[in-house]
């Protein structure tokens, strides 16, 4: 299901989130929250700032 609406999107131009929210293959498997957390940014951004301290020294920011 993922596959098809992922390439609907692309050649539709329009966003993935909307289609995979309104197909009712999905919504029969998975929660409206699931949907979401699977286009959360948070998991991939929860460590910048560990990261940019300890490449570039900030200081006042988090470490390890």
Known sequence: AIQRLAMEAN??????RPLVENDPTLAAMLTAE????????????AHVE??????????GRAGP
């Open 11 to 16: 050649a539709k131009r329009v966003e993935l």
């Open 50 to 59: 560990a990261i940019f301290a300890r490449v570039f020294g900030v200081a």
């Open 34 to 45: 699931e949907i979401a957390r699977c286009f959360s940014i948070e998991p991939h951004v």
